[in-house]
């Protein structure tokens, strides 16, 4: 009889034993697990992956660094190849952007307006537009000698805000490409920038700069204030590594990618963390150095990944 009561208490010490390190291990340590108070992030499933655009016979990728879509199609900019490639909505590839007779140094940031694409190009310091049909229009005109090395790019209500990662500034322009204003100075103090390598308006005006050589993101108001930083650390929003692309959903939520990191984070427009994901690696679902990224009206999204050489499309 003392042996049963014995093992009858053994065996409920291994059960409670079970469930507590099944709880502790799914539940703390699970990424995807729901916040708590002490961790804000990780409280969602992360979009699901859909597609891949490799590297195919017709074209070549070689560290894509953004993608937009426009048009019905999807462009990608390319810098190792030096051309912008674009491809139909499912990811076929259709041709490749040609600015005249001249070529491009080194594609970095799209954008679109209207039917317009707008490329801008590290290398040649300049922005070059394309219509509705891919026919190379002209440069933009901004003032020669204000742009070094422009990157992303972004418009939001009929002007042009450009990353420029050389003079570690954000420049906006008008429809005519005159300077309107400027955000930013090299350094890591309130308001400065080092290598902002995109830049997001979002509905209210608010411009935020993937501050990547401070590890955070600046945002100022629509007078070039300062208003808030996201993903400093100890903020409890959520820290970010070399943050590169921005998009913003139809909710109006940031999503950030951390470049070093491998990962994408989501933030609320308060600058709340709601949600990161990614992992390391080179099969589907997973990330090898992102860079930019794209949200379309359809809630895919599209991470260029520079280690993989390829563009990751997801759905929500």
């Known amino acids: 009889?003392?042996?049963?009561?014995?093992?009858?208490?053994?065996?409920?010490?291994?059960?409670?034993?079970?469930?507590?390190?099944?709880?502790?291990?799914?539940?703390?340590?699970?990424?995807?697990?729901?916040?708590?108070?002490?961790?804000?992030?990780?409280?969602?499933?992360?979009?699901?992956?859909l597609y891949a655009i490799n590297n195919d016979p017709g074209y070549s990728l070689d560290r894509p660094m953004s993608v937009i879509v426009a048009n019905d199609q999807i462009y990608v900019a390319d810098a190792g190849t030096g051309k912008v490639v674009v491809f139909d909505y499912n990811g076929k590839f259709e041709h490749y952007l040609k600015p005249g007779k001249a070529s491009f140094g080194r594609p970095y940031g799209l954008a679109t307006e209207g039917s317009y694409v707008f490329v801008s190009d590290t290398v040649t310091g300049?922005?070059?537009?394309?219509?509705?049909?891919?026919?190379?229009?002209?440069?933009?005109?901004?003032?020669?000698?204000?742009?070094?090395?422009?990157?992303?790019?972004?418009?939001?209500?009929?002007?042009?805000?450009?990353?420029?990662?050389?003079?570690?500034?954000?420049?906006?322009?008008?429809?005519?490409g005159s300077l309107l204003q400027s955000f930013g100075a090299n350094g890591e103090q309130q308001g400065q920038l080092t290598f902002p390598n995109c830049v997001a308006v979002d509905s209210f005006g608010k411009v935020f700069v993937s501050?990547?050589?401070?590890?955070?993101?600046?945002?100022?108001?629509?007078?070039?204030?300062?208003?808030?930083?996201?993903?400093?650390?100890?903020?409890?929003?959520?820290?970010?590594?070399?943050?590169?692309g921005l998009a913003f959903d139809q909710n109006g939520d940031l999503w950030v990618v951390s470049g070093l990191a491998d990962r994408i984070q989501v933030y609320a427009p308060n600058g709340e963390a709601l949600m990161k994901f990614g992992v390391t690696g080179d099969a589907y679902g997973q990330f090898s150095l992102p860079n930019g990224i794209f949200i379309d009206?359809?809630?895919?999204?599209?991470?260029?990944?520079?280690?993989?050489?390829?563009?990751?499309?997801?759905?929500?």
């Open 126 to 176: 300049k922005i070059y537009v394309f219509d509705a049909l891919d026919h190379y229009v002209g440069l933009f005109p901004t003032q020669v000698g204000v742009l070094a090395a422009p990157a992303g790019i972004t418009f939001a209500n009929n002007n042009l805000y450009v990353a420029d990662v050389q003079r570690n500034m954000v420049y906006e322009f008008n429809s005519k």
């Open 1 to 49: 009889m003392k042996a049963r009561r014995l093992l009858g208490m053994m065996a409920s010490i291994v059960i409670v034993g079970i469930v507590f390190f099944g709880y502790f291990y799914f539940v703390k340590q699970s990424p995807l697990a729901f916040a708590t108070s002490d961790d804000p992030a990780n409280y969602t499933v992360p979009p699901n992956f």
């Open 297 to 316: 009206p359809n809630n895919r999204i599209y991470v260029t990944e520079t280690g993989n050489s390829r563009i990751s499309v997801l759905a929500r």
């Open 211 to 244: 501050d990547s050589g401070n590890n955070r993101i600046v945002v100022y108001n629509s007078k070039a204030v300062v208003i808030r930083y996201i993903g400093v650390k100890s903020s409890g929003q959520g820290d970010i590594l070399t943050p590169r």
